[in-house]
């Protein structure tokens, strides 16, 4: 079964920045897309990002492009999620998610997989 432990939350300013980490295991994960997601509090989890087996191709929704930038170490079987200017709506649990790779360019946005997630508060 496939294992990720994300790691990077915490409280940070508006304007600042975080860094999230997760890291995958109990996969190949060469072939697998990955993807990070989020929950605030009352509200449905939402799709944040998501980056191809390769590193090659990503997506992000509308709220956090430009701000944030997925990518992966696949030496490390690892993904990364960068976020800069942070704001307050960001405030929300962060998970990481997997699946298998079912296009060679265009990344999944529906996994299979998930970690227990990361807490991000930005305070105002």
């Known amino acids: 079964q496939v294992q990720l432990v994300e790691s990077g939350g915490g409280l940070v300013q508006a304007g600042g920045s975080l860094r999230l980490s997760c890291a995958a295991s109990r996969l190949r994960f060469t072939t697998y897309d990955m993807g990070w997601f989020r929950q605030a509090p009352g509200k449905e989890r939402e799709f944040v990002a998501a980056i191809n087996w390769s590193g090659g191709n990503t997506k992000y929704t509308d709220s956090v492009k430009g701000r944030f930038t997925i990518s992966r170490d696949n030496a490390k079987n690892t993904v990364y999620l960068q976020m800069n200017s942070l704001e307050p709506e960001d405030t929300a649990a962060y998970y990481c998610?997997?699946?298998?790779?079912?296009?060679?360019?265009?990344?999944?946005?529906?996994?299979?997989?998930w970690g227990q997630g990361t807490q991000v508060t930005v305070s105002s």
């Open positions: 998610a997997a699946a298998p790779t079912r296009s060679w360019y265009v990344p999944r946005t529906d996994f299979d997989s």
